[in-house]
């Protein structure tokens, strides 16, 4: 066995003064705590200057590894990411450059694989942050592999992550897509207002029509209705089953809290932190809500949304939303962001804001006509479909890493066995 500090480089970083124009808003990625929020780093917000570089920061070549080194989020959590470009990074952070006979993505999982004990020795500030020192990480161990075994080990692990990135861009993408095509037709009304204003068709020759030529006297569109959202979606709520009654807890049904969507990388919650037992089920009142329920976070805070791919129960931190009426899933979905302002508007509390269902049911909305909210149904629902089989997807992809890695670095499976392993499971 080596250590890190045999086989790596470790540079610091730094931060440009804020105050100071010239050194924000150039082309240089600066990474801190805030933005480590991917595997692979390469060109996010915000971004600094070339002067701001040479007045304050650092830059991490392509290969390097960063990990957080201080900070009080260290106690929920250690940000480990790999730059795939040359990156900039703030003082709080440590850039791990590998050296000759060290192959970059193996080093980055190596350090990945350690986590567990990373966690046991997170060291505390005078300010009570936590911390690692430098002279730990650089004595942590580091198999000394040969370069070529090294190499095929990072580049399987690295194509678990890379897929789960590609499904995580792709599912943003569809995501971005729903909202824009709801907000153009049930929220601007763009094409009644382009039909009133003599501009040419900008939709399918399909979908033009479905759309009235004017605005009513209310401001929307011909013929279609006003109505209330606890109308159109039956709303409940839920609660905790006592905490000190073990037969209520740890069964087989999912039991979600507002913490549970807080984490999502999509929209679509396919497990809970927590289950119940069929017991700790009948204490809740809203009982077991199907697939497909809308799930809104009605305090601390409001405004997660999510979709429940799974059958769930909820604790009293939402509003659960189940579209048996006029109004779809997706609909429903895009309705809460275009309206989380007015959402918010109707909340109140001195301790925390909560928006209550008595407040949230007689919020406005507009029915479209059943042609126009069918057709949006038809293009949002695959889109809706294969974020859900995305992130099914990379859940599998991040088990199988998972299960693979550490027998991969011990050696107890070779990269050909592994490569066996994950075909069968995908």
């Known amino acids: 066995m080596k250590t890190l500090g045999q086989v790596a480089e470790f540079l610091s970083g730094g931060t440009p003064r804020k105050g100071v124009s010239v050194y924000w808003g150039g082309d240089i990625p600066w990474y801190s705590a805030s933005n480590m929020t991917r595997r692979f780093l390469k060109d996010d917000e915000p ?53 000759e ?16 004990i990373l966690k046991e020795s997170i060291g505390v500030t005078g300010i009570g942050a936590g911390k690692f020192d430098l002279s730990f990480l650089q004595g942590l161990p580091f198999p000394d592999l040969p370069i070529e075994r090294q190499e095929a080990i ?31 037709w049930f929220v601007d009304f ?56 073990p037969a209520y807890w740890g069964g087989n049904i999912n039991w979600a809290t507002p913490k549970d969507l807080s984490s999502l990388k999509a929209p679509v919650l ?78 109140n509390g001195s301790t925390f804001q909560e928006i209550s269902k008595k407040n949230f049911r007689p919020l406005p909305v507009v029915v479209p006509s059943e042609p126009a ?13 294969r974020i859900i089989a995305n992130e099914r997807e990379s859940r599998t992809l991040a088990q199988t890493r998972d299960l693979l890695l550490p027998r991969l670095m011990s050696g107890e499976l070779r990269v050909a066995e592994a490569e066996k392993i994950v075909e069968e499971a995908l």
């Open 47 to 99: 971004k600094i200057t070339s002067a701001g570089l040479e007045a304050g920061s650092r830059l991490a070549p392509p290969g390097a590894t960063l990990i957080l080194v201080r900070g009080s989020g260290l106690f929920n959590h250690i940000p480990i990411c790999f730059a795939d470009a040359p990156v900039a990074f703030n003082q709080d952070v440590k850039a791990i450059c590998p050296r």
């Open 154 to 184: 990072g580049k399987l692990a690295a194509s678990f992550d890379r897929k789960i990135e590609l499904n995580r861009r792709m599912n943003a993408t569809l995501e971005t897509m729903a909202r824009a095509i709801f907000r153009d």
């Open 190 to 245: 763009g094409p009644t207002r382009a039909k009133m204003e003599g501009r040419a068709p900008y939709l399918a020759p399909d979908l033009w029509p479905l759309f009235p030529d004017r605005l009513d006297d209310e401001g929307k569109p011909e013929g279609w209705e006003m109505s209330e959202i606890g109308k159109e979606a039956t709303a409940v709520g839920g609660s905790t089953p006592s905490t000190k009654e």
């Open 101 to 116: 006979g060290t192959d970059p993505l193996f080093l980055h999982f190596w350090i990945e694989s350690l986590r567990p």
């Open 373 to 385: 909210r069918s057709a949006f149904d038809a293009i949002v629902s695959p889109m809706l479909e």
């Open 270 to 347: 396919l497990e809970t932190s927590r289950t119940i037992t069929e017991a700790g089920l009948e204490k809740i009142s809203s009982g077991l809500l199907p697939e497909g329920t809308v799930l809104l976070s009605s305090r601390a805070p409001i405004g997660y949304v999510a979709i429940a791919a799974v059958p769930v129960a909820v604790n009293q931190g939402f509003i659960a939303l189940k579209c048996e009426g006029r109004l779809s899933k997706e609909f429903v979905w895009q309705w809460l962001h275009a309206f989380m302002d007015e959402i918010k508007g109707n909340a």
